[in-house]
C-alpha cells in the first residue's frame, strides 16, 4: 500500500511512539477494505508498538480502521485515509501513542474537562484541503479525552450516507447525529462551540494584554510578513486573525512563489506559521476585529482594536492585512442553497457532485481553473460568463475547449438559484443577447466570480476605502489614519497575489517602524 519512501518516512515518524496503539480495521473482500488492511499491516510493520486485529463489531462502517490506545483513544477513518489526510493518520497515530502535541496547555485542560459522550462524525473528500484541518484539530481532542469519539468518512466511499444526510459541502461535522459544523473550523472555534464560557474567559485574557507595538490584524501572506519585519526589529508585535493563513489555505498548488518551483497552500501557511514562530510574535488565531479607534478616539491615547468578542486590543500602530474573499453573485437562492449545491471551492466540494451535472458561474482564470478541474468528476461543466468573452489566459480556454463535457455559455447573467427545498435543482440565467431567461437543470453551482476586500468592520471608521472598498495606502503603506498602516489584497495596490501581498506587508511594517521612531512614546 505504501511506498519505501513513504515507508521509510513513517517508520520515522513513529520511533516518536512512546506507548502502544492498536490498528482495529473492519473489513471486508472489496478492494478498498484490502487496501485499508494491507495500510494497517504497513504501518505495524514499521514500529513493534503498532499492533493491527481485525473488528467483528457489526457496528463499525466497512471499510475503517480504528486507532486506539492505552488511554481509550477512540479516532476512526473510514475509507482510505490517503491522499490530504495521510498526515491526519500519522498524527492520530503519534499522539495515539503518547508523542506531544502542538496545543497551549490551556486549551489542552478544557478539551479534558469537556463531558461526553461526544462523537462527532467528519465526512471529508480526499481531494479537499480544508478537511484535514478540522479531522486533525477533532482527533486530538480525541486523543486528550477519553470521551470523544471522531470519525474521518470519505464521502465519495460512503454516498449512501451522504445522501442521506443530504451533504454537499465538504467538511461536514455532525456531533452526537446532529449537524455541528460545516466548512473549515478551527479547534479554538470547536471548543468556543462546546464550551459558552470559553469565549468569556478567551476575551478576558485578550483584554489583559499590555499594549503593542505593532498590532498585525489578518494572518496572510501579508500579515505574516508584516510580523517577521516588526518582531525582527525586537518590538511587541502582535497577530490577530480570524484564520491564519487567510487565501492561501484554500489554494491547491502554487508555481509562481518565486524560488520554489511548486507547493501547495497548506505546505506554505505550515512554513508561514513556523517562522512567524522562530520569533516574539504573539499570534492571536479565530479572532475578528469589528472596529477600530484612532489615537484620539481610543484608550490612553493608543489606537484601539475591537474584536467581536467585546475584547480591545491597544496598540501604539495597527497593520491591516484583512485580505479578501469570494465574491458572491448576489440572486434569489444564493444563500438558501449555500453548502446545498452551491459552492465556492471546487477542490473541496467537487468530489461531492461526480456523475452530476454543475455550472461554473465565471469565466476568468480561476472559473476555466475550476472547469477543468471538475470536468474529469463530474458528468458535465457548463460555464456561464457575463461578457462577450472569456477573461482566462489563453492556455486555459485552449485546455477548456479541447474537453468535450465542458459547455461555455457567454453573455449569460445568472438570475436565480433554484431547489427542491434540500438541494440545487437548475439554475435560471438571461439571455444578454435575446433577453430571454433560460434554465439549466444540475445539481451544483461552482461560483468562482472574483474576490471582494474584507473591509466592511472598517467603513465609518475613518480609514479611507476606494470606491471598489480597498484601503487607499501611500508609498509606505500608510493609511489615512495616523498610525495605521495596510498591505496585501485589502488594499488598492494592483495585482493580488502572494509574493507582493508579502512585500507589501515587509514594506508597510518598516513604514510602522518608521512611524513608530518618529513618535514619542506614551506615558
Ligand atoms: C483559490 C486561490 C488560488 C490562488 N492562487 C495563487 C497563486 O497560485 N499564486 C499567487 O501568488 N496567489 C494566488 N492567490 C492569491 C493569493 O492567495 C492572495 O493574493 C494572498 O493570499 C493575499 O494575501 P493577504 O495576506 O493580503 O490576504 P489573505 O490571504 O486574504 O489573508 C487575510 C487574513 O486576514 C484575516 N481577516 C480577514 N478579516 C479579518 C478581521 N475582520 N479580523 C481579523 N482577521 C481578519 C483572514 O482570516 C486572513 O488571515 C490565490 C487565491 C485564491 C483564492
Not at 499570534?283 to 475578528?288: A, E
Request: proline fraction near 3%; charge should be negative.
Amino acid at each position: 500500500m505504501l511506498d519505501a519512501t513513504m515507508k521509510q518516512q513513517l517508520k520515522s515518524y513513529l520511533e516518536n511512539l512512546k506507548s502502544q496503539v492498536d490498528l482495529t480495521v473492519s473489513v471486508d473482500d472489496s478492494d478498498a477494505s484490502q487496501n485499508i488492511y494491507k495500510l494497517a499491516q504497513d504501518i505495524a510493520s514499521l514500529n513493534p508498538l503498532v499492533s493491527v486485529s481485525e473488528s467483528n463489531n457489526s457496528s463499525q462502517r466497512i471499510p475503517s480502521m480504528k486507532v486506539s490506545s492505552v488511554n481509550d483513544t477512540n479516532i476512526n477513518f473510514a475509507g482510505l485515509p490517503m491522499g490530504h489526510e495521510f498526515t491526519s493518520l500519522v498524527l492520530a497515530l503519534l499522539h495515539s501513542g503518547g508523542h506531544p502535541m502542538k496545543v497551549e496547555d490551556d486549551t489542552k485542560q478544557q478539551i479534558a474537562a469537556l463531558a461526553g459522550p461526544l462523537n462527532f462524525e467528519i465526512y471529508i473528500s480526499l481531494s479537499c484541503q480544508n478537511c484535514p484541518e478540522v479531522v486533525q484539530a477533532l482527533n486530538m481532542m480525541a486523543a486528550i479525552n477519553p470521551n470523544i469519539t471522531t470519525t474521518m468518512i470519505d464521502g465519495a466511499l460512503f454516498q449512501e450516507e451522504v445522501t442521506q444526510r443530504n451533504i454537499m459541502a465538504v467538511p461536514s461535522v455532525y456531533l452526537n447525529g446532529e449537524l455541528f459544523a460545516q466548512g473549515r473550523i478551527s479547534l479554538k472555534e470547536i471548543l468556543k462551540k462546546l464550551d459558552s464560557g470559553s469565549a468569556q474567559k478567551e476575551s478576558q485574557a485578550l483584554n489583559e494584554k499590555p499594549a503593542f507595538d505593532v498590532l498585525v490584524v489578518g494572518g496572510g501572506p501579508a500579515g505574516a510578513s508584516a510580523a517577521i519585519y516588526a518582531a525582527r526589529k525586537g518590538i511587541r508585535t502582535g497577530i490577530v486573525a480570524d484564520r491564519f493563513g487567510g487565501q492561501v489555505l484554500d489554494t491547491m498548488a502554487i508555481e509562481n512563489f518565486i524560488s520554489v518551483k511548486a507547493t501547495q497552500g497548506p505546505k506554505l501557511v505550515a512554513s508561514l506559521e513556523e517562522h512567524v514562530r522562530e520569533y516574539e510574535v504573539d499570534i492571536m488565531d479565530g479572532q475578528l476585529a469589528q472596529n477600530i479607534m484612532s489615537s484620539d478616539q481610543g484608550a490612553d491615547g493608543y489606537i484601539s482594536l475591537q474584536l467581536d468578542n467585546g475584547a480591545t486590543l491597544k496598540s501604539r500602530s495597527v497593520l491591516l492585512a484583512t485580505g479578501a474573499r469570494w465574491r458572491e453573485m448576489n440572486v434569489p437562492g444564493e444563500q438558501e442553497y449555500r453548502n446545498k449545491g452551491v459552492a465556492y471551492c471546487p477542490h473541496c466540494d467537487g468530489p461531492l457532485f461526480k456523475g452530476k451535472p454543475v455550472a461554473v458561474i465565471g469565466g476568468g482564470n480561476s472559473g476555466i481553473e475550476a472547469a477543468i478541474d471538475l470536468a474529469g468528476i463530474v458528468e458535465s461543466v457548463t460555464v456561464l460568463e457575463f461578457a462577450d468573452t472569456l477573461r482566462a489566459d489563453q492556455v486555459l480556454i485552449d485546455k477548456a475547449n479541447s474537453l468535450n463535457n465542458i459547455h461555455i455559455i457567454t453573455m449569460a447573467q445568472t438570475t436565480k438559484v433554484i431547489g427542491d427545498g434540500e438541494r440545487v435543482t437548475a439554475l435560471e440565467y438571461k439571455d444578454r443577447n435575446s433577453g430571454d431567461t433560460k434554465q439549466i437543470t444540475l445539481a451544483g453551482i461552482f461560483v468562482q466570480i472574483g474576490l471582494v476586500p474584507n473591509t466592511e468592520w472598517l467603513k465609518g471608521s475613518g480609514v479611507e476605502l476606494s470606491g471598489r472598498g480597498e484601503i487607499e495606502v501611500g508609498v509606505k503603506g500608510e493609511t489615512s489614519m495616523a498610525g495605521v498602516f495596510a498591505a496585501g489584497d485589502v488594499t488598492t495596490v494592483p495585482f493580488k497575489q502572494i509574493i507582493i501581498a508579502m512585500g507589501e506587508g515587509a514594506k508597510a511594517s518598516l513604514g510602522a517602524f518608521d512611524y513608530l521612531i518618529r513618535t514619542p512614546v506614551k506615558a
